[in-house]
């Protein structure tokens, strides 16, 4: 009848229960968002419960965060969420008077072995992040600092542009002890390959990133084969990242390293399946060793990611000529007239008279 029964405090935890199953058992997309969101304006009904009326405050700004006009209600109420744990004056808790009259110890632990409630080092480090992904880097920097999250602290002073704050924060932690994050930081803000060695030794060549920065290094300074070297110790001890694979692919396409590039535009390809250049590369690896019938599926894929790169179509149309294949042949033809007449593309080449003469003599 439309009338909002009380729940018990047991109940009102059941619901937070299932609503982060919904979460957990399904995909991260709106209709999930609404149907949580049915389970968190019935508790929120109640306010019988510091604990459990909290959790659903902090789980409905998770939620809230998502959406492109919510965004900046939403971390200000985790703001608060996570000031109402001290009892400093801030933005959120502005005046003495709401800090004492704020619910007692034993009111705020009375259930909290019902819920999950994140503890505040995890909350600050959450809030921290999400300020961070807004661009607001030097906040996000200073709660980092404030729970001693070192190197996303050097990291979001990096992205504000504070780099001898960075510099300074990073030999202050080195003199404390020695990490292999922090030398690769310093590496990062000097640019001395010397800070990445020292990060490789500190960690007995376990750490992949900083193989990767000194690979980043060396190809910056024109030093393929050096660049190369790093790049595949890196991705031995971590090989998930695509576009790491792909800086691969370039350097050996231009060391002519023609088997090592294959091997990594296959990988991009295997991890990412929608990155077009990658196929495309594939297929001009397959073209340059005179595999024409190896490169013609890799250029139906790249064609079907990105249909207006017209190098992606003189590639098809020599492939398809190799392989008598004079339908698809014209297909191509049409499709790089079409892209130059039409779309106004630059650089598309005339039709060559041999072009021609092969389709027109093949089908003949």
Known sequence: DNKIRDLNVLDQSIL??????????NPADGLTGEEMGAYLARVLHHHDDWIIYSTALLERSWLEFVGNHTKERAILQMQALADQHTNRLTITQSTRKSVEESSPVQDRLRN??????PPRWQMLAD??????????????????????????????YRRAGKDSLAVE??????????????????????????????????????FSMAYIALGKYYYDKGDLSKS????????????LIPSV?????????????????????????????????????????HMHNKQPLNAYPALIESLKLNRSNWQMWDNKLNVCLDLEKY????????????????HSAKGVPDLSEKCIRAIVGGTI
């Not at 937070?16 to 919904?22: K, P, R, S, T, Y």
């Not at 909290?112 to 409630?117: A, K, P």
């Not at 404390?176 to 490789?200: C, F, Q, V």
């Not at 339908?327 to 039409?342: P, S």
């Open 16 to 25: 937070l229960a299932m609503c982060l199953d919904v979460k957990n058992t």
């Open 327 to 342: 339908d698809e042949a014209v297909q191509a033809c049409i499709m790089l007239l079409d892209l130059k007449t039409t």
């Open 245 to 285: 694979w792909f800086r691969l692919g370039t350097i050996s396409m231009k060391l002519g390293d023609w088997d090592s590039a294959l091997s990594s535009f296959s990988e991009v390809a295997q991890q990412q399946p929608d990155t077009a250049d990658a196929w495309s590369n594939i297929a001009a690896v």
């Open 112 to 117: 909290i072995h019902t819920i999950v409630y």
């Open 169 to 206: 924060i990073v030999k202050d932690r080195l003199k404390i002890s020695e990490t292999p994050r922090m030398w690769m930081a310093l590496g990062d803000l000097t640019n001395d390959p010397a800070h990445y060695e020292k990060a490789i030794d500190l960690s007995r060549g376990r």
């Open 228 to 239: 190369a070297s790093s790049y595949k110790q890196g991705l031995k001890l971590r090989p």
């Open 127 to 156: 809030i921290a992040e999400r300020y961070a992904s807004l661009g607001i880097v030097t906040t996000a920097a200073e709660i980092y600092t404030e729970i001693e999250y070192w190197d996303e602290v050097v990291d979001c």
